[in-house]
């Protein structure tokens, strides 16, 4: 089909055209609708004066692909990543970030913080493109603990303002453990969203098709949803939400996702 697709003078014929078109609008909005943005710490806890290394990476998972693996290195053109000390200051990572795969393209950004101050510390990223005639608009958080925990924690994990955001109501590092539940937060423009499917995937594992009970929720009235991790590990928890009534210049609709990982300890914090 292909080659009777071709005219004599070596150009494409109308017809083919027009596949290629809905081929490449395919693949564009598979791209945007299946790929999320997340970050990692190599530690949810370190002492005063320690390092820490943050990931920013780009992957096939969540609500769609269903697992924790990577896709490629994402361009940094429209990212934001920072760190904000129990203060309320921020650290902007994104000029000392580096590639980890020798291959352009792929692998994942990694840089490093050095904190100075003790306290619950967010790591927060946020991108907003275009991927086709798609707003692609993310946002991603992970937490670290400098030093011992305190009783001014709680205020440190409050919602950052992202368009659509996942908000720990447990404690992220001193209330953690298997079989404890955890409770989140989901928020758009600030408020409580619900009947939203939030997805928890632990590292390592794949979800089945469709609605895996075994990682999944809905939000209730209050935009929250409660799980128990049933084994220690990494933990991404992501939510997608699609407007496709948001347009504008140079898009047709909008794909809002928020991701949020959290290291499950064996044991809570002592």
Request: hydrophobic share 35%; charged share 20%.
């Amino acid at each position: 089909m292909f080659l009777k697709s071709f005219h004599s003078n070596g150009s494409y014929s109308p017809l083919l055209l027009a596949h290629l078109s809905i081929l490449i609008t395919f693949i564009s909005a598979t791209s945007t609708n299946g790929h999320d943005t997340w970050v990692e710490v190599n530690a949810p806890e370190v002492r005063q004066g320690g390092l820490v290394h943050v990931d920013l990476k780009l992957g096939n998972h969540g609500n769609d692909h269903r697992d924790f693996k990577l896709h490629s290195l994402i361009t940094l053109d429209h990212v934001s990543l920072s760190v904000v000390e129990p203060c309320g200051c921020k650290t902007d990572l994104v000029p000392d970030l580096r590639p980890t795969a020798y291959e352009p393209k792929q692998g994942y950004w990694t840089g490093r913080f050095h904190p100075k101050k003790p306290g619950l510390h967010t790591v927060a990223h946020q991108l907003d493109t275009l991927h086709g005639k798609t707003r692609a608009i993310k946002s991603a958080k992970a937490f670290f603990l400098v030093g011992q925990p305190n009783d001014k924690m709680a205020s440190n994990w409050q919602p950052l303002g992202h368009a659509l955001e996942i908000v720990p109501v447990t404690n992220p590092i001193a209330e953690t453990a298997t079989e404890k539940p955890f409770r989140v937060r989901v928020l758009f423009n600030g408020k409580p969203l619900a009947e939203s499917r939030i997805t928890s995937v632990p590292r390592g594992e794949e979800l089945s098709e469709g609605f895996d009970s075994r990682y999944e929720k809905m939000t209730d009235a209050n935009g929250e949803a409660e799980f128990v991790p049933s084994q220690a590990n990494l933990y991404l928890f992501v939510v997608h939400l699609r407007k496709p009534e948001e347009s504008g210049e140079g898009y047709d609709g909008t794909h809002y996702a928020a991701t949020l990982t959290v290291s499950i300890p064996n044991t809570p914090l002592q």
